[in-house]
C-alpha cells in the first residue's frame, strides 16, 4: 500500500516562508508527475504546483515567483517552497502523486498566515 506523507505546515506571518514536504511510501515501483493542492474553508480544491518525472515545473497564477516546486527522485519526495506568504495563503495543502499510476493524496497540512 502506498501513502503520501505531508509535513512542514504551520502558522506563519504574512510575508514569512514556509517548506512543506512529502514522502511517498510503500511497494512503490514508478512515480511520475507530483505536485500541491489547497483548499480553503469554503472553496474548492485548487492546484498550487505540480513537477514531472523529468522536473519540470507548473505554478498557478496566483503562487508565480512566490513558491517553487521541487523534487528528489531518490527519495521519493516532494517540496513546496512557500516564501512572501499572504492571507489568501491559508489552506489545507494536499500533496499529490501519480504513484503506481494511481492517482495518490495525502491527508493535508495546514498552513495559516496571520499576524
Same mark, same amino acid.
Given at each position: 500500500?502506498?501513502?503520501? &506523507?505531508? !509535513?512542514? /505546515?504551520?502558522?506563519?506571518?504574512? /510575508? +514569512? !516562508?514556509?517548506?512543506?514536504?512529502?514522502?511517498? !511510501? +510503500? =511497494? %512503490?515501483?514508478? %512515480?511520475?508527475?507530483? /505536485?500541491?493542492?489547497?483548499?480553503?474553508?469554503? #472553496?474548492?480544491?485548487?492546484?498550487? $504546483? *505540480? %513537477? *514531472?518525472? +523529468?522536473?519540470?515545473? =507548473?505554478? $498557478?497564477? @496566483? &503562487? #508565480?515567483?512566490?513558491?517553487?516546486? @521541487?523534487?528528489? =527522485?531518490?527519495?521519493? *519526495?516532494?517540496?513546496?517552497?512557500?516564501?512572501?506568504?499572504? $492571507?489568501?495563503?491559508? $489552506? &489545507?495543502?494536499?500533496? =499529490? +502523486?501519480?504513484?503506481?499510476?494511481?492517482?495518490?493524496?495525502?491527508?493535508? *497540512?495546514?498552513?495559516?498566515?496571520?499576524?
Amino acid at each position: 500500500q502506498v501513502q503520501l &506523507v505531508e !509535513s512542514g /505546515g504551520g502558522l506563519v506571518q504574512p /510575508g +514569512g !516562508s514556509l517548506r512543506l514536504s512529502c514522502a511517498a !511510501s +510503500g =511497494n %512503490i515501483f514508478n %512515480i511520475g508527475t507530483m /505536485g500541491w493542492y489547497r483548499q480553503a474553508p469554503g #472553496k474548492q480544491r485548487e492546484l498550487v $504546483a *505540480t %513537477i *514531472t518525472g +523529468g522536473g519540470r515545473p =507548473n505554478y $498557478a497564477d @496566483s &503562487v #508565480k515567483g512566490r513558491f517553487t516546486v @521541487s523534487r528528489d =527522485n531518490a527519495r521519493n *519526495t516532494v517540496f513546496l517552497q512557500m516564501n512572501s506568504l499572504n $492571507a489568501e495563503d491559508t $489552506a &489545507v495543502y494536499y500533496c =499529490n +502523486g501519480l504513484v503506481n499510476r494511481y492517482n495518490c493524496w495525502g491527508q493535508g *497540512t495546514q498552513v495559516t498566515v496571520s499576524s
